[in-house]
Structure formats: structure tokens, C-alpha cells
């Protein structure tokens, strides 16, 4: 384990250095990373083999379906309470029919005042009725602002009951399609402040940057390079603000990571089912037309991702907690502060022409406030921000087309520096970004296989009078292999390999429990046999393998660290360490069996039969 963090910790700096940017993490902040899932785990008495609960299994406890996430930090041995924020059964009809209830702040004292709590926590929890149930538990503390006051609540999870599993383009694989309703619980948990756990300074203020829809869900569906645009009316005593935003590539944008740039498509026959403006995404916050801050996002991979079996049990990094960035925009308060209402617009920038992004993004923010007893004025004294980044595209193919390659980087830097004067006095306030991208491609089998490489990593600070309040340091490595070329043939099949790293620490006004490190390593492989029915192409069987380790630690002494492993539908191994431990423990010692389960099963589709 050592020797494998050694060469982690190389290539990382290594990579570092050949982007030329401004690498972060530290390599102080990461080695305790490393050094914590390379020692022993304690060991606990609790985790015991038996065989697990599988695609057919009968049994009627359901198998846990999890994400690896960082439990939220809460406060210990003080007073709290628990109430139901809704429960539906999202079934066939639910599609673009999201459930909307009444919320109102609890009012128990048990709860702590209201607007005052020392945090607060979602948990989801939802029953397949197929025996898998998921769970996450989320921190929502820097929300406390919207939960102080009496609103509606909107759930959307837009559910299909279709026996098929099926898709016209091999590329974005089968669809698979929940065979039942879904029963959903979604509850909070409040939080009094205690002696030790005192009252965050989260915002005073949160405006949506959303499409405001009473009944559909408020994230705008950008397909061009128009984005999304929300109108916000800022007040003019507001001393800081941060934009939080949310991006989810989806359709033929969800595995843009993968795409190919288009002066290469010619390359390959339309059969393989590329799909083309190149792998680079980045997402743009704009004030009134003017880019004010940009996200280059972690690849998210959903749960049917590249290959579904992949992901059961184990889930990649971010698919039911998917994270958010954040852009400081205080230096731009000169301009918001104004009582006057201006446009913020969220968009994606990506390599094609007219638009440069294929169909579809999901994108939405929140604007978090902060007040305080007199205006604020000042200028804007310093902009340097282009409204694309510096990329590059180079590749080339060997004869006949036999292997292709393709190579894209890309650079930014981004600061916006203002002269504020509110309640503190005179503030330079600077926001600044460097950001670096790399991604190299190879292809053969007229593109049926493909080997994809990542790397999008960088640092965004905000300093005030030499004091940094806002600090994220990112470095997101991704790998993929996938083949398909075995797709079309009769019982045809297709497979993948996945090795993926979400290296992370955050210093944020935001975030309530000061700097947070997080740190996921994971590796997935897996492959889907298909039947020979004519027309729609049914999974039939498959197998899927997922290892992960994961480390979180925060400057107040908080720590949770975790080595996970699933195989075939079955839970192999799971370690889990650290001061927050028992607020998310290992899954049930009797769904662990360190061999294995036997797959995904399923009977086959209309048409031939397999002898």
C-alpha cells in the first residue's frame, strides 16, 4: 500500500507541473490522505461472511445500495429533532410530475431556534421494491437561511415502469428502467446549538438561480450556448456574496468526457456511435453578460453508467451527493448591490460550433448573501477574464484508420479584484482561478474501443486584505476503457474499466465546520451480455467489481476514513475508521461475502433462446 502511494503522490506531481498551473491540493494536505488508508484499520467484531443478497434472491431484507460520501458533523450529546418533510410513491406517471408539499420550520424546542441551528441534515431514504434500498444523508446547514421561513418543497424523480431495457445508439447503453414504483421518505434533522457545536456564520440570504417553476423542477435544461438565466434583486447592505452552483451533464452530454473532437469524427463510421464536441466542459457564471467566475467539473458517473454493473452495490464518487462549486462574486457587489434587479446566467462552454455543447445540461445555483448594517460601495479595480479559456487540439491516425488518437488541454486564469467599503471599512477583495485540463483519447475497431484519459485539476482562492475566506483546491484524475465491439453480435456483449480520483479540499464561507479534505480513489470493471431479440436488445447477465477508499478530515479534528469493496451484487469487504464512524458504520456484517455474489440474471429477451 505503501508503494502505491508513493506513485499516486509522483503522478500527481508530476501532472502538476506539466500543466503549469497553480497546483492544489497541497501536497501537505494530501499525504495525511494517504497516509491514514495505508495504515491498519481498527478492527471491528461486526463484519462476519454469509451470502449475499443478490438480483433473484427472495429474501425480503433489502440489499444496501450506497454512495461513499463524508457523514456531516453535528453536534454531540446536545438537543435535536426529526421531522418528515415528505413521503411518495413515485410510479409509472410521475415522469415530469415532481411532488410538491408545504414546508413550515419546526417548532419544537428540541429543534433549537428557529433560523438559529447548529445544523441540519436531509436524509433520503428510498425502497426499491425489488430489495434494494438506498440511503444518504446530506448536510444542509448552509441552507439555514431557506429553512427559516415557510415555503413549498418540490421532489422530482421523474420514474418509468417499462419491462424494456433498450436504446437506439450502443453509446449511451441499455436504459434501465425502474420495473416498480419508488417509495421515498425524505426527513431533516434539526440541530440546537450546544456549548461546543455554537451556530454558524451561514448567509443571511439565499436567492435561486433557477427557472422558478411552481411544479417542474427549477434547474434550467441548456442544450446551446444561451444557458440559463435567473434575475436577481441584491440589497444593497450585502457585505459578501457566493454563488453556488450545481452542473449534471445528461443524454448525449452525459459522458462528455468521452467525447470526441469534432475535426476527428470523420475518422470513424456513424455505426460506432461517437458522439462529437471534444471532452472539454466548462461551466460559466455570467453577471449581467459579464463572466464573473467558471466551474470545470469532477465526471460524474451514474449508476448506469458506461456499464451498469459497475455500480451495484457500490456507487461511483458523487452519483447520489453530486458535488457543488462555488465562485465568490463580492468583488462584483459594486454592480449587484444596487437595488436594481440584474441577470446572472449559468452556462456550458464546450468544443463544437454553433453550439458548442451537445444536448443536454442541468444546470442551477444558489446565491448566498451576506448582510450588514450599511451599504456597501466600491469599484471594481482589476478584471482579467477571457471569456474562453486557451485550449488546444492535436491527434492523428495511423494507416487505414487503425488507431486514432486525439489529445485536448486547456489552461485558465481568471481574477477580479474590487475596492469595497461597508461594514468592516475599506476591503480588497480579489477572486482568482487557475485551472488546468488535459485529456488524451486512443481508438480502434473503428472507435468500438476506447481508452480515455483525464486529468482536470486547479484552485480557486478569494482573498480579503491578504486573508483567504474562500479556498478550493481540486485534482480530479479519470481513466476509462470501454468495448464494444462485440455490441452487434448475436448474445453480443459489451464491458468497461474505470479507475477514478476525486482529491478535494475546501475552505469555504459556505461550509460550516471550517476546511475539509476529502479524498476518493476507486477502480470499477465490469461487462453486460446481451440477447439476440429482434429490434430492442435486453441485458441478460453480467458482472460488475467496484473497490473504493476514501478519507475525510477537517481542521476541527473530524475524521472518516473507509476501504469498501463489492463484487457481482454482493458486498466483499468494508472498513470503516475514523472519529465519524458511527455516524455512517460499515453495511450489515451479514451482506458481506468475501467471494462474491453471482452476477446480474436476468431471463432472456423475445426471440432466440440461448441451447
Same mark, same amino acid.
Given at each position: 500500500?505503501?508503494?502505491?502511494r508513493?506513485?499516486?503522490?509522483?503522478?500527481f506531481f508530476?501532472?502538476?507541473?506539466?500543466?503549469?498551473?497553480?497546483?492544489?491540493?497541497?501536497?501537505e494536505?494530501?499525504?495525511?490522505?494517504?497516509?491514514?488508508l495505508?495504515?491498519d484499520?481498527?478492527?471491528?467484531p461486526n463484519i462476519q461472511?454469509?451470502?449475499?443478497?443478490?438480483?433473484n434472491d427472495p429474501?425480503?431484507?433489502p440489499l444496501?445500495?450506497?454512495?461513499v460520501?463524508?457523514p456531516?458533523?453535528?453536534?454531540?450529546?446536545?438537543?435535536?429533532?426529526?421531522?418528515?418533510?415528505?413521503?411518495?410513491e413515485f410510479?409509472?406517471?410521475?415522469?415530469?410530475?415532481?411532488?410538491v408539499?408545504?414546508y413550515s420550520?419546526?417548532?419544537?424546542?428540541?429543534?433549537?431556534?428557529?433560523?438559529?441551528?447548529?445544523?441540519i441534515?436531509?436524509?433520503?431514504?428510498?425502497?426499491?421494491?425489488?430489495?434494494v434500498?438506498?440511503d444518504?444523508?446530506?448536510?444542509?446547514t448552509h441552507?439555514?437561511a431557506?429553512?427559516?421561513?415557510?415555503?413549498?418543497?418540490?421532489?422530482?424523480?421523474?420514474n418509468i415502469?417499462?419491462?424494456d431495457f433498450?436504446?437506439?445508439d450502443?453509446r449511451?447503453?441499455?436504459?434501465?428502467?425502474?420495473?416498480?414504483?419508488l417509495?421515498?421518505?425524505?426527513?431533516?434533522?434539526?440541530?440546537?446549538?450546544?456549548?461546543?457545536?455554537?451556530e454558524?456564520?451561514?448567509?443571511?440570504?439565499i436567492? =435561486?438561480?433557477s427557472? #422558478?417553476?411552481?411544479n417542474?423542477?427549477?434547474? +434550467?435544461?441548456?442544450?446551446?450556448? *444561451? @444557458?440559463?438565466?435567473?434575475?436577481?434583486t441584491?440589497?444593497?447592505?450585502?457585505?459578501q456574496?457566493?454563488?453556488e452552483i450545481?452542473?449534471?451533464?445528461?443524454s448525449?452530454?452525459?459522458f462528455?468526457?468521452?467525447?470526441t473532437?469534432?475535426?476527428?469524427?470523420?475518422?470513424f463510421?456513424k455505426?460506432?456511435?461517437?458522439?462529437?464536441?471534444g471532452?472539454?466542459?466548462?461551466?460559466?457564471?455570467?453577471?449581467?453578460?459579464q463572466?464573473a467566475?467558471?466551474?470545470?467539473?469532477?465526471?460524474?458517473?451514474?449508476?448506469?453508467?458506461?456499464?451498469?454493473?459497475?455500480?451495484?452495490?457500490?456507487?461511483a464518487?458523487?452519483?447520489y451527493?453530486?458535488?457543488?462549486?462555488?465562485?465568490d462574486v463580492t =468583488?462584483?457587489?459594486? #454592480?449587484l448591490?444596487d437595488g436594481?434587479e440584474? +441577470?446572472?446566467?449559468?452556462r456550458? *462552454? @464546450?468544443?463544437g460550433?454553433s453550439?458548442?455543447?451537445?444536448s443536454?445540461?442541468?444546470l442551477?445555483?444558489?446565491?448566498?448573501?451576506?448582510?450588514?448594517?450599511?451599504n456597501?460601495?466600491?469599484?471594481?479595480?482589476?478584471y482579467?477574464a477571457?471569456i474562453?479559456?486557451r485550449?488546444?487540439?492535436?491527434?492523428g491516425a495511423?494507416?487505414?484508420?487503425?488507431?486514432?488518437?486525439?489529445?485536448?488541454?486547456a489552461?485558465?486564469?481568471?481574477?477580479?479584484e474590487?475596492?469595497?467599503?461597508?461594514?468592516?471599512?475599506?476591503?480588497v477583495?480579489?477572486?482568482?482561478?487557475?485551472?488546468?485540463?488535459s485529456?488524451?483519447?486512443k481508438?480502434?475497431?473503428?472507435?468500438?474501443?476506447?481508452?480515455?484519459?483525464?486529468l482536470?485539476?486547479g484552485?480557486?482562492?478569494s482573498?480579503?486584505?491578504?486573508?483567504t475566506v474562500?479556498r478550493?483546491a481540486?485534482?480530479?484524475p479519470l481513466?476509462?476503457?470501454?468495448n464494444?465491439s462485440?455490441?452487434?453480435?448475436?448474445?453480443?456483449?459489451?464491458?468497461?474499466?474505470i479507475n477514478?480520483?476525486?482529491?478535494?479540499?475546501?475552505e469555504?464561507p459556505?461550509?460550516?465546520?471550517?476546511?475539509?479534505?476529502?479524498?476518493?480513489?476507486q477502480?470499477?470493471?465490469?461487462?453486460?451480455?446481451m440477447?439476440?431479440?429482434?429490434g430492442?436488445r435486453?441485458?441478460?447477465n453480467?458482472?460488475g467489481a467496484?473497490?473504493q477508499q476514501f478519507?475525510f478530515t477537517t481542521?476541527?479534528?473530524?475524521?472518516?476514513?473507509?476501504?469498501?469493496?463489492?463484487?457481482n451484487?454482493?458486498w466483499?469487504?468494508?472498513?470503516?475508521?475514523g472519529?465519524?464512524?458511527?455516524e455512517?458504520?460499515?453495511?450489515?456484517?451479514?451482506?458481506?461475502?468475501p467471494?462474491?455474489?453471482?452476477?446480474?440474471?436476468?431471463?432472456?429477451g423475445?426471440?432466440?433462446?440461448?441451447?
Open positions: 500500500m505503501t508503494r502505491f508513493d506513485m499516486i503522490l509522483y503522478l508530476l501532472l502538476c507541473g506539466a500543466l503549469l498551473v497553480h497546483c492544489q491540493p497541497s501536497p494536505e494530501i499525504e495525511p490522505l494517504y497516509s491514514a495505508s495504515s484499520a481498527p478492527d471491528y461472511p454469509r451470502v449475499p443478497l443478490s438480483t429474501t425480503a431484507s444496501v445500495d450506497l454512495q460520501y463524508a456531516p458533523v453535528v453536534p454531540i450529546n446536545g438537543t435535536k429533532c426529526t421531522v418528515e418533510l415528505l413521503k411518495y410510479g409509472d406517471g410521475s415522469y415530469g410530475v415532481p411532488a408539499v408545504p420550520p419546526p417548532q419544537h424546542s428540541s429543534c433549537g431556534l428557529t433560523g438559529h441551528w447548529a445544523a441534515t436531509l436524509n433520503v431514504t428510498s425502497l426499491y421494491l425489488s430489495h434500498e438506498i444518504s444523508v446530506k448536510d444542509v441552507y439555514s431557506l429553512f427559516a421561513a415557510s415555503s413549498e418543497l418540490l421532489m422530482d424523480f421523474s415502469i417499462s419491462p433498450f436504446t437506439p450502443l449511451t447503453g441499455p436504459a434501465i428502467l425502474i420495473l416498480c414504483a417509495a421515498v421518505t425524505l426527513t431533516a434533522t434539526f440541530y440546537a446549538p450546544t456549548r461546543r457545536s455554537s454558524p456564520p451561514v448567509s443571511d440570504l436567492l =435561486p438561480i427557472n #422558478l417553476s411552481p417542474q423542477s427549477n434547474y +434550467s435544461t441548456v442544450g446551446d450556448d *444561451l @444557458g440559463g438565466t435567473a434575475n436577481v441584491v440589497r444593497r447592505n450585502a457585505q456574496a457566493v454563488l450545481y452542473a449534471s451533464g445528461n448525449e452530454e452525459e462528455w468526457y468521452l467525447n473532437p469534432d475535426e476527428f469524427l470523420p475518422y463510421p455505426s460506432a456511435g461517437l458522439i462529437g464536441k471532452p472539454f466542459r466548462e461551466v460559466q457564471a455570467l453577471i449581467g453578460g463572466l467566475g467558471v466551474v470545470w467539473p469532477h465526471a460524474v458517473i451514474y449508476t448506469g453508467g458506461i456499464t451498469p454493473t459497475n455500480w451495484r452495490p457500490l456507487t464518487y458523487g452519483t451527493d453530486q458535488p457543488t462549486y462555488f465562485v =468583488p462584483s457587489l459594486p #454592480l448591490a436594481a440584474h +441577470s446572472i446566467t449559468l456550458v *462552454l @464546450g468544443q460550433q453550439p458548442s455543447i451537445n443536454n445540461w442541468f442551477s445555483g444558489s446565491l448566498h448573501l451576506w448582510l450588514g448594517r450599511i456597501v460601495s466600491g469599484r471594481i479595480v482589476r482579467e477571457s474562453a479559456p485550449t488546444k487540439t492535436t491527434g495511423a494507416a487505414d484508420n487503425a488507431t486514432v488518437r486525439t489529445s485536448v488541454t489552461n485558465r486564469t481568471l481574477i477580479v474590487s475596492v469595497l467599503s461597508g461594514d468592516h471599512g475599506p476591503r477583495v480579489r477572486f482568482e482561478q487557475h485551472l488546468g485540463y485529456n488524451e483519447q481508438y480502434v475497431g473503428d472507435g468500438l474501443v476506447q481508452w480515455g484519459e483525464q482536470t485539476e484552485t480557486t482562492t482573498i480579503v486584505n491578504g486573508k474562500l478550493d481540486f485534482s480530479f481513466s476509462v476503457f470501454s464494444y462485440l455490441y452487434d453480435i448475436q448474445f453480443g456483449a459489451y464491458g468497461s474499466a477514478q480520483t476525486y482529491a478535494r479540499v475546501l469555504l459556505v461550509l460550516t465546520h471550517g476546511k475539509q479534505s476529502i479524498l476518493s480513489i477502480h470499477a470493471r465490469g461487462w453486460v451480455g440477447d439476440d431479440a429482434p430492442l435486453h441485458a441478460i453480467g458482472t467496484t473497490d478519507a481542521d476541527g479534528g473530524e475524521t472518516y476514513f473507509r476501504r469498501i469493496a463489492a463484487k451484487d454482493a466483499v469487504k468494508d472498513e470503516v475508521w472519529t465519524l464512524r458511527d455512517e458504520p460499515p453495511v450489515p456484517r451479514e451482506q458481506v461475502f467471494g462474491g455474489g453471482p452476477g446480474f440474471r436476468r431471463e432472456l423475445l426471440g432466440r433462446r440461448a441451447r
